[in-house]
């Protein structure tokens, strides 16, 4: 049964192009599984998280982590009362515009961009797909989704500005996004801050003292697994700690959302998009946590010095890359020579380098920057 304040699929703004009804599938299901079937996606498998294939192939790569965002979300939003097919749409094309090499990569392109006054922004970048890149209709370009999982792909993680952006006019930016996009953030970090423990306790670049040390949750969890299975494995204990520091995350993030939104008085989807602010919100109690866990991972993880030398290769590839089809367009494959005629080169440079692969851009980068 879907709450009052859900996104019910027949009240759906529809789709750019109108489609008969599927006999078996509702429009959000349908979404969901154009996503699945898109070459984005499939692309994320070989799209950094945050360890490059180097380390192990057990490690998450945007893939797997995006199924991961899936779960928790669908699990969530269920108990929320939300629309667990427009949430699980949202969470399978959260990561879909990211560029290769992760984070590094996406700020080497942003940077590139900016020196001729442009930027790249994952977001956008993601609606630019959907709506245009992939190419699967006779009767349409892009993947014609409802204007439900087109919005939620702009607004899920942050606002946008209407006077910046006259171009997203038509996604209600004075309004908040429904219940289901706003989830999406909040589960996404639900997911890589237990991931990126886990990942990186296994590559040895974290050590279990340290986490227990800087993380008061992780180690109060880790006292009661010790108390159950004195003598199991410490790997062990260490997945017992992570799924229960995941489920006081999941269990607050529900139980907050939910007295926040009878505190509000919110009956509809109407009152939620009306909302002075977001709804979907962990508890100050568990945020302070989940802001501990998050910047231990920035110190110690993501700007470790183990992985300094590969981000700097990522930056240096993506950029001398960039440089190089600036100079010379007519290496651009046709497609995208074609379209640097009715759009600005760096903006057609910065969405074939933004839809490589990892594997793809060293290929590229060998063959025409010669190392
Ligand atoms: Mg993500």
Not at 48 to 76: A, G, K
Request: charged letters at 30%.
């Amino acid at each position: 049964m879907l709450a009052g304040y859900a996104v019910h699929v027949e009240d759906s703004r529809g789709r750019r192009f109108p489609e008969p009804r599927h006999p078996y599938r509702n429009d959000f299901q349908r979404d969901r599984d154009r996503v699945i079937h898109a070459r984005a996606f499939r692309r994320l498998e070989a799209k950094t998280q945050v360890f490059t294939r180097r380390y192990s192939d057990h490690f998450r790569n945007r893939l797997t982590h995006t199924i991961e965002v899936s779960q928790i979300t669908r699990t969530i939003a269920g108990a929320l009362g939300l629309n667990v097919d427009l949430a699980e749409a949202l969470a399978l094309v959260h990561d879909i515009g990211h560029p290769p090499f992760g984070h590094a990569g996406e700020k080497a392109l942003d940077a590139a961009m900016r020196a001729h006054e442009l930027f790249f922004d994952h977001n956008l970048h993601a609606l630019r797909i959907v709506e245009d890149f992939e190419q699967r209709y006779a009767a349409f370009r892009g993947l014609n989704l409802t204007f439900e999982v087109r919005e939620g792909i702009i607004k899920h993680s942050r606002d946008y500005d209407a006077a910046e952006h006259p171009e997203l006019a038509e996604y209600l930016l004075d309004q908040r996004p429904p219940l289901e996009a706003q989830l999406i953030d909040l589960t996404d970090e639900i997911g890589y801050n237990t991931a990126d423990l886990d990942d990186g306790y296994e590559a040895h670049l974290l050590t279990l003292d340290q986490i227990r040390a800087s993380i008061p949750v992780f180690d109060r969890f880790f006292c009661e697994v010790e108390r159950i299975y004195p003598d199991v494995a410490d790997k062990l204990k260490f997945n017992e700690t992570i799924r229960r520091v995941l489920n006081r995350l999941a269990d607050d993030l529900i139980s907050n959302t939910q007295a926040r939104v009878k505190k509000a008085g919110i009956r509809n989807l109407g009152d939620v998009r009306r909302y002075g602010e977001r709804l979907a919100a962990f508890s100050a109690e568990v945020d302070a946590e989940r802001r501990q866990i998050k910047d231990f991972l920035y110190d110690n993880l993501y700007y470790s010095p183990s992985l300094a030398g590969e981000k700097e290769d990522a930056e240096r590839i993506v950029t001398e890359l960039f440089g190089f089809w600036m100079e010379n367009p007519s290496a651009l494959p046709w497609a995208y020579r074609e379209k640097a005629e009715q759009e600005s080169l760096p903006r057609v440079v910065c969405d074939y380098i933004a839809g490589m692969t990892d594997n793809f851009i060293i290929d590229q980068y060998e063959q025409h920057c010669g190392r």
